[in-house]
């Protein structure tokens, strides 16, 4: 098996990864966004809601 990240031969103590530094890399990616999931639901949209018609 491979590293993920840089392909080298992983190391048993740090699986899947080779090191610790592709551990690390990998982790600021997830915590970056850079692996986010897209998704259809309509609440996800980032189409501002529609404002209620002001009472009159």
Not at 11 to 21: M, V
Request: proline fraction near 12%.
């Amino acid at each position: 098996m491979n590293c993920p990240m840089c392909e080298k031969a992983t190391n048993k103590a740090y699986r899947p990864f080779c090191s610790r530094r592709c551990a690390d890399l990998d982790l600021a990616r997830w915590m970056n966004g850079n692996y986010a999931i897209p998704s259809q639901r309509e609440e996800d949209q980032d189409v501002p809601d529609a404002e209620p018609p002001l009472p009159h």
